[in-house]
């Protein structure tokens, strides 16, 4: 599973760590081609080592406090009104009101944050006819080449 982050995310979890930006965040693996060959990602990903999240240890986050908005809200998304739901073994036990209300309004603020970062990648990606590149990554705050 990837886990997607934000360019305040990685310098976040970058401080928290005294991980760099690169030690923490690579480009979101999914892609596109453009029609003029550039490929194309949007956002960030959280580095795996050996296919999970390099600040997992023992079962443990090690930058809880300041863990990505997808972390905090996981397994719940929403989509428009609807409540998603992903499969979590972590929650065979019962909420509290107090944490659930605490996670709603998590989500809330998530899809706030989610929506303000789709704007800014819509705007930047308005300007791809004028970038040079074979790999960029679009984020809300520009595009940027890549090395290959």
């Known amino acids: ?23 923490v965040a690579e480009p979101y693996p999914e892609q596109i081609t453009l029609p003029s060959g550039t490929i194309c990602t949007f956002e960030w990903a959280i580095r795996k080592r050996e296919g999970r999240c390099i600040f997992l240890e023992d079962g443990c986050c090690r930058v809880y406090s300041c863990r990505p908005w997808i972390c905090r809200t996981f397994p719940f998304a929403l989509s428009g009104k609807r409540l998603l739901r ?23 603020s998530r899809r706030e944050i989610e929506r303000g970062e789709e704007d800014q990648v819509r705007h930047y990606a308005r ?21 290959p």
């Open 1 to 23: 599973m990837e886990v997607m982050i934000y360019p305040a995310e990685v310098r976040a979890l970058a401080l928290q760590s005294g991980l760099s930006w690169e030690e």
């Open 86 to 108: 992903e499969e979590c073994p972590g929650l065979g036990r019962e909420t509290g009101e107090s944490e659930a209300l605490a996670l709603a309004q998590n989500l809330i």
């Open 127 to 147: 300007s791809l006819n004028r970038v040079q590149g074979s790999y960029i990554l679009i984020d809300g705050e520009g595009v940027r080449v890549l090395d």
